[in-house]
């Protein structure tokens, strides 16, 4: 399945974009679902895949009816404790939804559609698109399932879950009672949840679209937006410039505008392409109302390309001839924008943390790597290099 994920700087049309590239890819022939939190003119508002127009599908999400499904599921598989504790249990009617549900509600959906719960009259979908929240918060959502998988896997590991038979002998030895064994399945169940959600925003045939509308506002944005994409291998397939005014205009005022636009225009040019076109959503005079509006729009559908797990962004290199450890390797990762100042690295055991400005990731070493020290690193030419040094503890020399 192809799968678009839009998303830009805050009201610079974001769903509206989404809206026309799901149009498009359905007008091309594909069964096209389009998700979005948002609600869209002339489009229904129902939380199941529901008909806007020929072979185009559109999913409403609902934030506050996964967060009281999910208290309430949870509130029943943990009724020996709570009973236990005397305690009151909650209504489904009580329940409002606490700020940070939105995006769990959102993993949630794209699970759904990542596990093929839904399904078009005609058979699965083609063409995925979803409408995602502003860039800071579209980025740090994208990271999530990797970011929960590895706490899960920290505090609940499965390999120190102990057999069903031993638990009360072990809980009378440790002298603390066991962690129940619905805990681990629940872990289980959810990391197999987030991993069907990671292995979807990490697939090949997933890409970013970036909408933004022309100006100086939006050029720190996209310029973080490039590092961050980087950081987590994700890819860009198009930067859409929203609301672009008419060129020559007759009053003064708009040519000026028009002017600025075209400028930052330029500049996006010169720091996307060739790899990320960047393309023009005429401004139509008012917000667009329905589904000739987002035909007027002239946005393309996604391009084809082949599903399946997508190649690491980083690469390993051996050190250059000539320099200090000829059996140094080099670990390099393409991080465009970045600047010096806003980058911090460190080493953890068999991991390394990078921070770029306000993104932040975790990466597992490489099993050669993780036998090495970190003997320095450098920021040029928009790549990051670390520079590993065999540990001669771990990785003796050989004559």
Not at 201 to 208: L, M, N, P, S, Y
Not at 382 to 391: K, Q, S
Request: charged share 25%.
């Amino acid at each position: 399945m192809r799968t678009v994920l839009v998303t830009g700087p805050g009201g610079a049309g974001r769903t509206t974009v989404a809206a026309a590239t799901a149009l498009a890819a359905a007008r091309s022939g594909r069964r096209t679902l389009l998700i979005t939190a948002d609600a869209i003119p002339s489009f229904p508002t129902g939380t199941e895949p529901t008909e806007v127009t020929g072979h185009l599908h559109s999913a409403r999400i609902d934030s506050g009816a996964h967060f009281r499904g999910e208290l309430l599921e949870l509130q029943d598989r943990a009724s020996g404790v709570l009973d236990l504790l005397g305690a009151n249990r909650l209504d489904g009617e009580e329940l409002t939804e606490l700020p940070g549900s939105a995006p769990l509600a959102l993993l949630h959906t794209l699970r759904r559609a990542a596990e093929g719960d839904w399904a078009s009259p005609e058979g699965g979908y083609d063409v995925l698109v979803v409408d995602l929240p502003p860039l800071r918060e579209a980025l740090a959502l994208l990271a999530l399932p990797e970011q929960l998988r590895r706490y899960l896997r920290r505090l609940l590991p499965q390999e120190r879950q102990a057999a069903r038979a031993l638990r009360p002998m072990l809980a009378q030895l440790a002298g603390v009672p066991m962690p129940a064994q619905w805990l681990y399945e629940a872990a289980a169940r959810k990391d197999a949840e987030l991993a069907a959600v990671q292995a979807l925003i990490e697939d090949r045939a997933t890409t970013v679209r970036l909408v933004a509308e022309p100006g100086p506002a939006a050029e720190d944005a996209l310029r973080a937006a490039r590092t961050g994409l980087a950081l987590h291998g994700l890819r860009a397939d198009a930067l859409v410039a929203a609301r672009v005014l008419p060129r020559h205009s007759c009053d003064p005022w708009f040519a000026d505008l028009a002017a600025q636009q075209d400028k930052c225009l330029d500049h996006w040019r010169a720091d996307w392409a060739p790899g990320t076109p960047v393309c023009e959503a005429p401004h139509l005079g008012r917000d667009p109302r329905g589904l000739d509006d987002l035909d007027a729009l002239g946005l393309a559908g996604p391009d084809d390309r082949t599903p399946g797990r997508a190649e690491h962004p980083w690469w390993i290199e051996e050190a250059p001839a000539g320099s200090d450890d000829d059996r140094a390797l080099v670990w390099c990762l393409p991080l465009p924008g970045a600047a010096k100042t806003d980058l911090r690295l460190v080493r953890r055991g068999d991991e390394l943390l990078l921070t770029v400005g306000p993104f932040h990731r975790i990466l597992r070493l490489d099993s050669g790597l993780r036998r090495c020290t970190v003997a320095g690193a450098a920021l040029s030419d928009g790549v990051l290099r670390v520079r590993f040094t065999p540990d001669p503890a771990l990785w003796p020399r050989t004559s």
